[in-house]
């Protein structure tokens, strides 16, 4: 069965500094999809970045930046130099299998704090 | 931006009424879903539905639970007769269901108060 463990319950950091959210995923598929979402607090769930589990490529957007390991179950997400603006949950999800309506498993979350 | 959108924003509503949360996916979208997050815990996936048929369910999808899509753009939610673990909040998301690494994007959310 499909399972995502994000180990990190609540992270704080002063704004600038750099923090990384773990995501370990379990799964039997060989093909899958990552995704991290953030729901800041307003509540509202927003996509952030999907990755197939064939491309291992590391991906950087701004001052995000996604490091995926197939060989530790990983998809960690790291923010740089964080801003207030980045305080919210944020959760890992995965889909198994090429159907296109597949259920997403999440991760319990990581809550984010930067402190000004 | 194409988004989906959700009403109400909030209900609250007393234990054994019947609720129906509504949602408007995004209009070329083909598949769509619910998922529910009880406050402070992780979103949990409930239903996929596509071309007016569930596609798949949870075992939190039981019989009180019921999903519609009585026209050309909502999608509908029933809770025939609500519980006090009812209580969450509640998001529609859909998905284009072209390829399986759709992506599925979510609406704002309903919170449901079962009093």
């Known amino acids: 069965a499909q399972k995502v463990t994000q180990a990190q319950t609540e992270i704080s950091v002063v704004e600038k500094e750099d923090v990384t959210l773990d995501c370990v995923y379990e799964?039997?598929?060989?093909?899958?999809?990552l995704f991290w979402y953030k729901q800041p607090p307003s509540g509202e769930l927003v996509f952030l970045i999907r990755?197939?589990?064939?491309?291992?490529q590391n991906e950087i957007s701004g001052r995000y930046s996604w490091n995926f390991q197939k060989s530790t179950s990983s998809f960690n997400f790291t923010i740089t130099a964080s801003q207030v603006v980045d305080s919210a949950v944020y959760f890992c999800a995965l889909k198994e299998g090429g159907t296109s309506y597949g259920k997403l498993t999440f991760g319990q979350g990581t809550i984010l704090t930067v402190h000004p | 931006e194409p988004e989906v959108t959700q009403t109400p924003s909030h209900q609250v509503t007393q234990m054994g009424q019947e609720v129906i949360l509504r949602c408007v996916p995004i209009?070329?979208?083909?598949?769509f879903y619910w998922y529910r997050q009880i406050l402070g815990q992780k979103v949990e996936f409930l239903v996929s539905f596509y071309n007016n048929e569930i596609s798949e369910k949870s075992e939190i999808f039981d019989d009180q639970f019921s999903v519609e899509r009585p026209d050309g753009s909502n999608f509908t939610l029933k809770i025939r007769s609500t519980k006090l673990e009812d209580s969450a909040m509640y998001f529609c998301?859909?998905?284009?269901?072209?390829?399986?690494?759709?992506?599925?994007?979510f609406g704002p959310g309903t919170r449901l108060t079962v009093l």
């Open positions: 998301a859909s998905s284009e269901g072209l390829a399986g690494s759709d992506t599925q994007y």
């Open positions: 990755r197939n589990s064939f491309d291992e």
């Open positions: 799964t039997r598929d060989t093909t899958y999809y």
């Open positions: 209009s070329n979208h083909l598949y």
